[in-house]
């Protein structure tokens, strides 16, 4: 998707009429409809930096080129999170496709997952509706099971409706 030059524009006047809340909002809103979009994650960076609060700023910065005044917050988030590829990819839930990132933010991603792979042997993965697999848990027989239960359950009580209707009409007459 292209940056909508509209949007980034309504964006800074709730900005600077002090309308952080709202911005925050939208701009997650189109970071949650185009998570591969750097601008989005660099103006929530700069939103969290403006109001202090370093780790949250550091937290969108993570993903975007790096430069120098973006270390303080990277390392407040980095350091909030323990240091761990694992944690930080968690808190990161990056749903977007890594391939598509500039080669730069491609490399942290890339290094993230393969500290976390090799430390803990996992590797957190987020997907959106979009671009991942709807269910990734397989069958079992315990599925089958849980579902013959409902439906004995849904008949009992049908059935027990029908004989409380059925009494209740001979007791009327």
Known sequence: MAVNPDKIEQIDREIEAGLISKARSRLEGLLGNDPNETLYREKLGELYYSINWLEKAGEYWFLTKRSPRKSIPIKAFSDNNGNSATRILTVLKFKGDVDKLP?????????LESESATSNGYVPRYYSSRNGPKHNRPKSKLDGLFMVGCIFMAVAIAASAIVGLITIVKWVL
Request: proline share 0%; hydrophobic share 45%.
């Open 103 to 111: 080669e730069d933010v491609m490399e942290i991603s890339r290094a």
